[in-house]
């Protein structure tokens, strides 16, 4: 059962993006070129079947995903959908768009072959239980997808992190010293690839769900 402290902060973290969705693309593009680089395309290259993209956001990954995949995507935020169905609709992608929690998934257990999600966990309230319906809405041999920006484990970046990240925490819930790689291993699923770079403050990853599990 949701609790009182769990809805409110989703209702905060609503409000954040809905105020932010107009100008997140505008924003996002610098930091992705410095440090993501292709990270979107990597990540949706791996992506097959019946793929659903938890915090779709304004839709930057649609351009990358194969054709073929049958595409769902949710947000806590109706602002951000918006400018996503209008990226859909211009790019000729046919996707299945609504407002959801990640924290809570709309869809019966094992109900895609692939998840992805691309710089969202590091904002998303309980990235843990987010992790967790993930791993629940995969189908038995789905994929894991996962690109974002973690804690370093270079003592002196790390603890630049830590200073920024009550600000960053303050302006759009924006975790700074997060790691989701030990996180998507506790909820048994197996790491395929793994990857860290820039000064390991990025991370991207795929993860298989096991057969029976």
């Not at 105020?19 to 440090?35: G, I, K, N, S």
């Not at 609709?89 to 924290?103: F, H, I, K």
């Not at 189908?139 to 270079?154: A, F, Y």
Request: one cysteine or more; charged letters at 25%; a neutral charge.
């Amino acid at each position: 059962m949701r609790s009182r402290q769990h809805d409110d902060a989703i209702a905060r973290a609503r409000r954040k993006w809905d105020r932010y969705a107009p100008r997140y693309d505008r924003d996002v593009a610098f930091f992705e070129r410095v440090l993501f680089g292709n990270g979107r395309a990597w990540v949706c290259s791996w992506a097959e079947g019946d793929v659903l993209e938890v915090a779709i956001g304004t839709g930057r990954n649609l351009p990358f995903y194969p054709t073929g995949v049958r595409l769902t995507g949710v947000d806590l935020s109706p602002a951000m959908l918006a400018v996503a169905s209008d990226r859909a609709r211009e790019a000729g992608r046919d996707v299945r768009l609504s407002e959801a929690d990640a924290q809570a998934l709309p869809f019966p257990d094992a109900s895609f072959d692939t998840v992805v999600c691309t710089l969202s966990l590091c904002a998303i309230p309980d990235d843990r239980a987010a992790i967790a319906e993930m791993r629940r809405v995969l189908r038995p041999g789905g994929r894991l997808l996962l690109i974002d920006h973690v804690g370093s484990p270079h003592r002196a970046i790390h603890a630049l992190q830590c200073l920024v990240e009550p600000l960053t925490l303050w302006l759009a819930g924006d975790h700074q010293t997060r790691r989701p790689l030990p996180l998507v291993v506790q909820a048994g699923l197996v790491v395929e690839e793994s990857e860290r770079f820039k000064a390991g403050t990025v991370e991207r990853l795929v993860a298989v769900k096991p057969a029976g599990a």
